[in-house]
Every structure is written in C-alpha cells, then in structure tokens.
C-alpha cells in the first residue's frame, strides 16, 4: 500500500510538471511585428509606451508608429518570473538598414533582438543579469554587441555575439563585480569603447581604444555617447545632469552651454551639429516618458522633437 501511495504521488508530480512544463513553454513572451511590416524610411525612431516604436524625420514630422505585439506571456502575480516586457534600449544598426533593441523581463535582464527592414525580428537568448542600460549594438559586420553580468564568475561584460548561433565571439571588456558593474556604454564605429562604471572600487567612465586599450578615464562622468565618426563623446556629470564634451584622447573638454538634460543624452546626428537629449519630465500631465529635444552645438538653437518617449536613434 505504502509503495502504491508513493507511487501515485510520484506520477501526479510528474504530470504536473508536465503541464507547467508544456503552458510555459507556450506562454513564453515572443515579439511580433504586423504581417507585412516595414521599417519607415525615416532617419529618426523613438521607443514609446505600449511597445511601439515612432519614426520621425529630423524636425520631428511625419510621425509613423510601428506597433511591436506581444504574444503569451507569464503573468508576474502567477510566477514570480517576468513583469510586463518593455524596451530598455534602442539602436540603429551600423548600416542604417535595422534597429537593436532590448527588452526588459524586469528591471535587470532582456533578451537582445535585431528588427531588419523587412520587420523580420531575430532574437538572441542572452538573458544574462544586466545592470543599468542593456544597450544593443549592431555592427557592419552583422554582429551584435551587447552588455550583461555572469553572476557565478561575479563577472560583468561587454560580449560580441554571433546572431546565427547567439553564442560569445569575443569579450571586449570585463571587470569582477567586486570591483564595479557596467551601469552603460557607447562601442563606435572605429572601435573604441567608453564604459560606464558604478562600484566599490571603481566608478566613473572609462574610454578603450580599438585594441581594448584603456585611453583615458573621468571619474565624476557617466552615460557616455560617441559621435558618429567617433572622435568625440558627450558624457553627463554631478546630479545636475551637466552634459559636457570631449575629444577621443581625453582633451579639449567643454561644457554645452543652455541644456538643461534629465539623466541621459540619447543620440548624436550624422553630421555632429546636432545632440539629442532628455528633458525634465512633468508627471502632472501623466507623462511617462521624458520630453526629447535636438540641440544644435553650433547655433544653441534648441528644438522639441517629440514630447513624451524613452531611447531615441538617428541614422544618416
């Protein structure tokens, strides 16, 4: 009777776990574009709320809004595993011809993606521990480069990743997480990294050549964003959000006079006449994201580009 009882108790078990097993599996969250999707011919994208994506040229015109759907899902209050997706990065690729993005499943992991002009969507399974902004970046090259934690080697990195077979190409940079943890980064075009770290040890922003070689660092600096031709970075500083730029060998620092940022500068034009920025947020008006405005280094002129977004990307 005794083995009878356990018996049953075993293949209950194992039914069970079946079923939790197969309603995952088809629960798990996918991202969708619509039948027939295509990336608008315009130079400017922007995450929004409700996961879309708006497309606008450079004076803020023409709005176009690409809705990204979400099928399944495993709700939070019934596992304990995923909160509701959201984006937590925005890129366009190296060619112009795709946007790199990342979804987060809670405030630290995302699983990076590639959306190709057609609108065919390529996800990578990298769901590492990831700290701060999990940026993604497309390369010419067709690789993705992207940042996460290896929580077992209490490690934090920057990895190239092959997008075929989603497997580790290279490690362009790692600190132990004792030290410090990449909160952010920006990767040029010509190869060379500025890292945002926050640690016991180490903070501030650390700039790499090609070679992987440490140039110049600045300890009070954060969110670092390279010009197009990589030969200048903004970076922010102090509370203030104070946006300041600097030459790729650490010289010629000035601060940008009259902009008044609010925790990150998004994007720089082509040309480099133009930064993109955040704006303080006025939640009265039930604004959720931050207002976005294009600043030109050259005139001062400052513009509204749209009035309530997150990450934004501008391609030639």
């Known amino acids: 009777m005794k083995k009878l009882v356990v018996t049953l108790v075993f293949l209950i078990t194992l039914v069970g776990l079946i079923i939790i097993g197969v309603w995952i599996s088809k629960n798990r969250r996918t991202i969708l574009l619509p039948v027939g999707s295509k990336l608008p011919d315009k130079e400017i994208a922007v995450s929004l709320d409700d996961n879309q994506i708006g497309f606008l040229h450079p004076d803020g015109s023409g709005l176009e809004i690409l809705q990204l759907h979400l099928s399944g899902g495993i709700k939070e209050d019934m596992m304990h595993i995923l909160s509701e997706p959201r984006m937590i990065s925005l890129e366009w690729g190296f060619d112009g011809k795709s946007l790199a993005t990342r979804f987060a499943y809670d405030p630290h992991s995302g699983v990076p993606m590639i959306i190709s002009q057609d609108g065919r969507v390529r996800k990578c399974p990298y769901i590492e521990q990831v700290w701060g902004r999990g940026k993604v970046i497309h390369t010419k090259e067709g690789t993705i480069i992207t940042n996460g934690e290896q929580s077992d080697i209490h490690e934090s990195h920057i990895v190239v990743l092959d997008p075929d077979t989603c497997q580790v190409i290279e490690k362009l940079y790692s600190i132990d997480t ?93 040309d480099g006449q133009w930064i993109v920025y955040h704006g303080e947020p006025d939640r009265s008006t039930g604004m959720r994201g931050y207002p976005i405005y294009k600043h030109n280094l050259i005139t001062g002129e400052t513009l509204l580009l749209h009035e309530d977004g997150y990450d934004v990307t501008w391609r030639d």
């Open 178 to 270: 004792g030290i410090a943890r990449i909160y952010d980064y920006s990767y040029a075009r010509n190869g060379w990294l500025a890292i945002d770290l926050g640690g016991p040890l180490k903070s501030g922003l650390v700039v790499l050549d090609e070679n992987q070689q440490e140039v110049f660092s600045i300890e009070e600096g954060f969110s670092p964003l390279w010009s197009y031709d990589g030969n200048q970075l903004t970076y922010l500083v102090g509370p203030e959000f104070i946006l300041f730029i600097v030459d790729k060998y650490g010289q010629n620092k000035s601060r940008v006079p009259n902009v008044s940022t609010y925790g990150s500068a998004a994007t720089w034009s082509p």
